[in-house]
Nanobody, 115 residues
């Protein structure tokens, strides 16, 4: 399994970012995928999952209505569109294979929300 996250950065509160997760070394379209965050000094926290055909999604209450998970199986890529960002969204975000929490395969991408 190879997963490479990108798209993080520093943004002001209320701003937007789109994270990407490029997958390889497995048949991406066969698997549900998940985004997880890890804030400084805290354990990993589930953000959102999408099923294998992309028709079922689920979100943590903290991001519901602000984040949108999607996937492009032709590009073997998972996305997380983040809007109305808050300082408490600051964390390392990573993608993992499967529905729900899972191991961090890549280096993740840092999102910092600060004025």
């Amino acid at each position: 399994v190879q997963l490479v996250e990108s798209g993080g950065g520093m943004v002001q509160p209320g701003g937007s970012l789109r994270l990407s997760c490029a997958a390889s070394a497995f048949t991406f379209s066969n698997y549900a995928m998940t985004w997880v965050l890890q804030a400084p000094g805290k354990g990993p926290e589930w953000v959102s999952s999408i099923n294998a055909v992309g028709r079922i999604t689920s979100y943590a209450d903290s991001v519901k209505g602000r984040f949108t998970i999607s996937r492009d199986d032709a590009k073997n890529t998972l996305y997380l569109q983040m809007s109305r960002l808050k300082p408490e969204d600051t964390a390392l975000y990573y993608c993992t294979r499967g529905w729900g929490m899972g191991p961090r395969w890549g280096q993740g991408t840092q999102v910092t929300v600060s004025s």
